[in-house]
């Protein structure tokens, strides 16, 4: 029974977090599959909004131009008022 327990223990300290942050979204884009699934992404703000082609497009423009770009529907952006007041 103690040696279950060690192992339980023994075998959480030896997982590595895949994602952590701050999110690299270099790395993010360099292994994405482009599906061609429209998005709309906001800034952390939520002032700015754009359309990408799909989510990795999203990833390559974070990584290309330093944004933090996320996505908030899986669809292209509409014209209008921004998610928040800036």
Known sequence: MLSVILLVLLSSTLTKQHLSYPINF???SSTCIHDGRGVC???PDGCTRRSFLD??????YNCDY????????TSPCTSGQPDFLC
Do not use: L
């Not at 989510?55 to 390559?60: N, S, T, V």
């Not at 330093?66 to 529907?73: D, I, L, P, R």
């Open 41 to 43: 992404a906001s800034s």
């Open 26 to 28: 270099c790395s993010m």
């Open 55 to 60: 989510q990795c497009d999203m990833y390559e």
């Open 66 to 73: 330093g944004t933090q770009y996320m996505t908030k529907v």
